[in-house]
């Protein structure tokens, strides 16, 4: 399923020889994920957990800021419940309030439940609304609980606004990227409590700004099986160093008049200067591994870089060879046209599904 450039097939044999290798052409070379900070090699599974705190500690404290532990206190209140799909499904919608008194916050979700005896697996959207799976129904057919959250509820997502999970926890320098990650974490909390929910299949999928964050918790979250980020671009799936033609750079990305507060503050230095950055993106879906991560992008969306996730694909491949995974945990997916979330994305996301829960 995986599809290589020639040039990205040269960088992994270079990235196998040395840490430091230069790549053909004028793209400068990246870090390579089994080698530590301080120049020692991952020998073992053991120096992979080690050398994974690493990488997730980078990732954290240069590119999306720190986040909290899950709140010790939170429920969910059932707001209402209906039939969907002539009664294939309940539509169930829920209101989850984290924390207590003056500083508790609340962020909406909607679970589209199969209306049938059985565990299902699960597929988790963050998105300002619910109710935007366009293939929702065939999902439940197949055997899925849709769980929809508005991300929006915890941070707005605009430039001068403190969303209410951030005035909750002042301690943390989470960007509104982290703090939409962390709401898709605690709807794995509510779901794990379902009896109709299979604890072993739980996938997180996001589109654009969304399918940065779809890739950010998995790989931050161990309870997710799958990755599915569509269309992520830069602080998602594709490799700040190499761009392809027309692609979203760092400084555009961390422009303060732009989307500067969707990150940590200290990115923004590295703009210019990718190439002292300790990390890139193929470490971000290198965290993922062994789990399985399926991109899915469109060849024309040149902004997102599909040149670089097929690289950032192609660089974390020797972290799923060395936990023996199988190549196929760790995939893309290019299609023709445009920046869009598109049924045809949903559909190869749900072929890739089947084939890993055996659907
Ligand atoms: C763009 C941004 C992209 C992507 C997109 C979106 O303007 O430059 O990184 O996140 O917005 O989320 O729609």
């Not at 080698?35 to 020998?43: A, S, T």
């Not at 707001?79 to 508790?104: C, M």
């Not at 979250?221 to 671009?233: C, E, F, M, T, Y």
Request: net charge negative; charged share 25%; glycine share 8%.
């Amino acid at each position: 399923m995986r599809r290589h450039h020639s040039l990205s097939f040269t960088l992994q044999i270079l990235l196998l020889f040395s840490a430091s290798a230069s790549l053909p052409g004028d793209e400068p070379p990246l870090p390579d994920p089994l080698v530590f900070n301080d120049g020692h090699r991952v020998e073992t599974r053991e120096d992979w957990q080690h050398r994974r705190n690493e990488i997730r500690d980078m990732l954290l404290s240069i590119e999306y800021g720190s986040m909290p532990l899950a709140p010790e206190k939170w429920n969910a209140v059932i707001t209402s419940e209906n039939e969907a799909f002539s009664g294939k499904a309940i539509d169930r919608r829920v209101t989850l309030t984290f924390g207590e008194g003056e500083k508790a916050f609340t962020m909406r979700a909607g679970f589209l439940i199969p209306d049938r005896p059985g565990k299902f697996a699960v597929v988790i959207k963050n998105d300002v609304a619910i109710g935007h799976v366009s293939i929702a129904e065939r999902l439940i057919e197949q055997g899925y609980i849709v769980a929809e959250y508005v991300r929006t509820d915890l941070d707005p997502d605009e430039s001068n606004i403190t969303g209410p999970a951030q005035k909750a926890y002042p301690a943390e320098d989470w960007g509104t990227l982290a703090v939409w990650a962390w709401g898709g974490m605690r709807i794995i909390d509510y779901v794990m409590g379902l009896p109709q929910v299979n604890g072993e299949q739980i996938a997180v999928f996001g589109h654009s700004r969304g399918g940065k964050v779809a890739l950010l918790t998995g790989a931050l979250d161990d309870r997710i099986a799958v990755s599915l980020p569509n269309g992520s671009g830069a602080g998602g799936a594709a490799l700040y160093r190499n761009q392809g033609p027309k692609a979203e750079s760092l400084a555009a990305i961390t422009d303060p008049a732009r989307f500067g507060y969707w990150f940590s503050s200290m990115l923004r230095s590295f703009a210019g200067k990718e190439e002292t950055l300790p990390f890139d993106q193929h470490f971000l879906r290198a965290l993922v591994a062994p789990r399985a991560v399926f991109s899915t992008d469109a060849r024309g969306d040149l902004w997102a870089n599909p040149q670089g996730t097929q690289e950032a694909c192609d660089a974390a491949a020797s972290v799923y060879a060395f936990l023996g995974a199988p190549e196929s945990a760790n995939a893309c997916h290019f299609r023709d046209g445009e920046h869009d979330e598109t049924a045809e994305d949903w559909k190869a996301a749900l072929r890739f599904m089947n084939d890993l829960f055996g659907k």
